[in-house]
C-alpha cells in the first residue's frame, strides 16, 4: 500500500490471496471522479486506499485573480450541487473584513435560498445514494428519476430568479443581486408544499422496503469518537450523535429569528445518515415557510447600483466565515489588501474532510457496501477537489 | 408435407418467433419501467418507439467488435454463444398449445431445468476470458447465486409435478384444465408460486439479485467487456431465460393455454400470462434494491432452501394422502 489506511482488517482465510481493484476515476457509482484502491480479499474489502486531486481547477488562487463582485459566481463551481452554499460562504467572509451590513431582507433572502439549495441538493443524494444501491437499471433508477423530478422544480424557481439552473451568483457583498419577481413566494410556497409531501412518499416507499433497510442498517458505522477525531461536518456528524449545526452553534445571516430543530441520530450508520437528511428535508422547508411568511420590506443590498466590477474594495484584514451547507461546515478564509481583489483565499470543503472517513469505515465491509457507504457520505468532487 | 421436414422447420419457426418475442419484450419493459418512473419511454422510433428493438438491433450489429488484449481469445469468443444456447433450449420442450412446441418430452420439466442452469457455463467463461477483475468477481459471484438457487428454483417446480404426477409439460398444462390452476391449489400453490418466483428472479439475475450485473459496483459484471453483437447475444440469451421463466410459471402454476374462448385462443392466454409473469418481475426489478451476495446466499441457504424442501415434502404428503400413490 502505498499509503497506510489507519484500520486494516485481517482476514487471510484462504490462503492469503488478495485482490487489488481499482475502483475509479472512472466508475459508474463514483460521485465524480474519486479513485478508491481496493484490496479485496474474496468480497470483502480489507484495505481502501483513497486518491482524489482529478478534478483540481485552481480554485484557490483563481480567487486571487477576480474581483469581490466577480468571484461569487466563480465560488458556486466549487460545489456544483450545492451552488448557493460556497458563495454564500465567500460573501460572509469579505462581509465580515469590510463590516459590511447587509440588510435584513437581503439576509432573509439568502436563508430562503440557501435552504431551498439544501432541499435541492439532498434530494440528488437521495436518488444517486439509491442508484448506488439499487443500480441505474433497478429500483434506484426509479427513486432516482422521482427526486430530480422533484430538484427541478426548485431549479426552475432558482432559475425565475436569477435565470440560471446549476450555478447562481445569487449572493452579493452586501446582500444579493436580485430581489423575488412577483409571484415567486407563492409558487415557492406550493413547490415546498408539494416536495414535503413527496418526501413523505420516498419515506414510505424506502422505510417499509426490507431490502433497503438491508442494505442501509448497520453498514458504514462511525461512532461517535471517530466521527469527532476525523472531523466529518453536517448530517454525518449529526448521525453519529453529535448535536453540531453551525445555523444553532454560530448563527448568521438572521437564522436565530427561525424556529427549527437539529435532528440527530445516535447510530451512524447508512441508516442513520439517511434519517438525518430526510428530517433536514422538512427542517428546512419549515425555515423556507417562516422565511417568507415574514421577509422584511427593504432594500436587498447595502451597495445597490454596482457599476463594475472592480468597484467592491475590502479593506486590509482577514476573517474566516463559515456556512451550514447541505454537506456540513463549509468555511472560507479569506484575507483582503485593501483592493479590489483579495491577497489569499482558502476554502474548506465539507466533502473533503467527510471523505477523510471512508478510510476507517470500509475496511471489513463487501464490495457492495463501499459505493453504499460512499453515497451515504455524499461526496461533491468539486468541492473535494476545489 | 413429408413428415421428416417438421423437426427442421417447427425449430426454425419457434426459435425465430422467440428472438422476435424477446427483442419486442425489451420495448415493453422499457416502456413499463418508463411510466413507473413518470417518464414515457422510447417515442421517437416508429409510432410509440414501436421500431424501437429494431433500431437497437441494427446499431448493435453496426458497433465494433472490441475484444480487450489481454483477454483469452478462444473463450471470450465461445461465451456469448455457450450462454445463448441454453436459453434458447429451454423453448423446446415448452408446448405452446395442444401439440404445438418442438419436442414435448416425457421429461420435459427435467429437460428444462437441467438445460437452464447450464447458462452459467457460459457466464463463467464470459467473466474468466475477458481477463477483468470487475468480470470476474462477477462470475465469481454468477456461480456462488446459481448453485444457491437452483435448487429451491426446482423444489418450487417438483410441487405442480407432484400435483400434476407427471414430468411431461402437456400433461401438466391439461392438469389444470377447468380452471384448476395450480396457483390456486389451497396454500400449497401459492406458496410454490412465490417461491418459483422469487428463485426465477434470482436465476434470472433481475434486481434484486441482479449482483452479477452490479453496475453500481461491477459497471456491467461478466459482459463489462463486451461489444457489438456478443454483447446482443448475451443480452439475447438473459431476455430468453427470463421469458422462458415467464413462460414455464404460466404452465406449472396459471393453467398455460387455458382460458376463455374458443381453442385457438389458448397460445394466446398463454402469451398473455406470460407477459404478465414477466411483468410481474419488471415490475419487482424497477422497485427494489439490490441486495449484497452475502445476504442473497443467506436468503437461500438459510431460509429459501429449507421451506421449499419442506414444501416439497409437504405435497407428497397430501398427493399420498388425497390421491394414494398415483394421482
Redesign the interface.
Known amino acids: 500500500m502505498a499509503t497506510p489506511t489507519l484500520s486494516q482488517v485481517e482476514l487471510d482465510y484462504s490462503g492469503g490471496e488478495r ?1 487489488t ?3 475509479g476515476p472512472q ?3 463514483a460521485h465524480g471522479v474519486f479513485r478508491a484502491i481496493l484490496t ?1 480479499e474474496g ?1 470483502t474489502v480489507v484495505a481502501v486506499d483513497a486518491v482524489i486531486g482529478y478534478l483540481h481547477r485552481c480554485h484557490e488562487k483563481l480567487a486571487e485573480t477576480l474581483t469581490y463582485a466577480q468571484y461569487p459566481s466563480i465560488a458556486s463551481k466549487t460545489d456544483y450541487v450545492a451552488a448557493m452554499t460556497s458563495e454564500f460562504a465567500y460573501v460572509l467572509a469579505a462581509e465580515e473584513i469590510g463590516k459590511i451590513d447587509v440588510p435584513r431582507r437581503a439576509q432573509y433572502l439568502r436563508v430562503v435560498t440557501a435552504e431551498l439549495q439544501r432541499v435541492a441538493s439532498h434530494l440528488l443524494w437521495l436518488g444517486t445514494w ?13 427513486i432516482f ?2 427526486t430530480i ?1 422533484e430538484r427541478e422544480l426548485i431549479l426552475d424557481l432558482f432559475e425565475s430568479l436569477v435565470g440560471a439552473r446549476l450555478l447562481y451568483g445569487f449572493y452579493q457583498v452586501g446582500g444579493v443581486r436580485y430581489d423575488i419577481p412577483s409571484g415567486w413566494a407563492d409558487t415557492c410556497r406550493t413547490t415546498i408544499d408539494l416536495i414535503e409531501q413527496r418526501i413523505g412518499e420516498y419515506e414510505r ?1 424506502l422505510e417499509q ?1 426490507p ?2 433497510l ?2 442501509a442498517q448497520g453498514v458504514g458505522v462511525i461512532s461517535r469518537a471517530l466521527a469527532e477525531d476525523v472531523g466529518i461536518a453536517g448530517p454525518l456528524l449529526r448521525a453519529s450523535g453529535v448535536n453540531f449545526d453551525l445555523r444553532r452553534a454560530a448563527a448568521y445571516s438572521s437564522y436565530q429569528d427561525f424556529q427549527f430543530t437539529v435532528p440527530t441520530e445516535i447510530v451512524g450508520d447508512c441508516l442513520s445518515r439517511y434519517r438525518v437528511r430526510m428530517a433536514e428535508f422538512r427542517e428546512s422547508i419549515r425555515i423556507v415557510r417562516q422565511a417568507l411568511d415574514g421577509l422584511p420590506e427593504g432594500p436587498i443590498s447595502s451597495r445597490p447600483g454596482l457599476k463594475s466590477v472592480a468597484q467592491i474594495r475590502i479593506p486590509k484584514g482577514e476573517a474566516y466565515a463559515r456556512v451550514e451547507g447541505p454537506r456540513g461546515e463549509v468555511g472560507c478564509y479569506l484575507i483582503a489588501d485593501g483592493s479590489a481583489k483579495p491577497y489569499r483565499m482558502k476554502w474548506r470543503g465539507a466533502s473533503f474532510s467527510n471523505l477523510a472517513v471512508l478510510p476507517h469505515i470500509i475496511p471489513g465491509h ?6 453504499a457507504i460512499m453515497g451515504s457520505v455524499d461526496p461533491v468532487f468539486g468541492e473535494v477537489d476545489r | 408435407m413429408p413428415a421428416w421436414i417438421v423437426p427442421i422447420i417447427a425449430p426454425f419457426i419457434v426459435l425465430n418467433v422467440v428472438i422476435g418475442l424477446v427483442t419486442y419484450v425489451t420495448l415493453l419493459e422499457r416502456k413499463f419501467a418508463a411510466r413507473m418512473q413518470s417518464r414515457i419511454g422510447p417515442y421517437r422510433v416508429g409510432p410509440h418507439g414501436l421500431l424501437q428493438p429494431i433500431a437497437d438491433a441494427l446499431k448493435l450489429m453496426m458497433k465494433e467488435d472490441v475484444v480487450p488484449t489481454a483477454a483469452d481469445r478462444r473463450v471470450f469468443n465461445l461465451a456469448p454463444i455457450v450462454f445463448l444456447i441454453p436459453c434458447m433450449l429451454i423453448f423446446a420442450t415448452i408446448p405452446f398449445a395442444p401439440g404445438l412446441g418442438v419436442a414435448d418430452l416425457n421429461i420435459g420439466i427435467l429437460f428444462f431445468l437441467a438445460v437452464s442452469s447450464m447458462e452459467i457455463v457460459g457466464l463463467f467463461m464470459a467473466g474468466w476470458g475477458s481477463n477483468n477483475k470487475y468480470a470476474l468477481l462477477s462470475a465469481m459471484r454468477a456461480v456462488n447465486q446459481i448453485i444457491a438457487y437452483d435448487l429451491p428454483f426446482i423444489f418450487s417446480a417438483l410441487v405442480p409435478v407432484m400435483l400434476a404426477g407427471s414430468l411431461k409439460l402437456s400433461d401438466i398444462a391439461t392438469a389444470q384444465s377447468g380452471g384448476m390452476w395450480f396457483v390456486f391449489y389451497p396454500v400449497l400453490g401459492q406458496l410454490a408460486f412465490i417461491a418459483f418466483l422469487v428463485s426465477t428472479l434470482a436465476a434470472e439475475n433481475r434486481v434484486p439479485f441482479d449482483i452479477l450485473e452490479a453496475e453500481s459496483e461491477l459497471v456491467a459484471g461478466f459482459r463489462v467487456e463486451y461489444s457489438g453483437m456478443k454483447f446482443a447475444l448475451i443480452q439475447l440469451g438473459e431476455y430468453a431465460h427470463i421469458v422462458g421463466s415467464s413462460f414455464l410459471g404460466a404452465l406449472l402454476f396459471l393453467g398455460a393455454w387455458a382460458g376463455p374462448g374458443p381453442e385457438w385462443m389458448g397460445p394466446i392466454w398463454f402469451l398473455l400470462k406470460a407477459m404478465l409473469l414477466f411483468l410481474l418481475v419488471t415490475w419487482v426489478r424497477w422497485s427494489f434494491v439490490r441486495i449484497r451476495v452475502d445476504q442473497i446466499l443467506a436468503l437461500s441457504w438459510k431460509f429459501l432452501l429449507p421451506s421449499t424442501l419442506a414444501l416439497l415434502v409437504a405435497t407428497a404428503i397430501v398427493v399420498v394422502w388425497r390421491y394414494g400413490g398415483g394421482a
Open positions: 485482490l481493484m481499482n475502483m466508475h459508474p457509482s479485496l468480497e439509491c442508484m448506488d444501491m439499487g443500480g441505474a437499471l433497478g429500483g434506484g433508477a426509479t428519476l422521482y423530478r416507499l422496503n431490502f433497503f438491508a442494505r463487501k464490495v457492495a457496501d463501499v459505493v
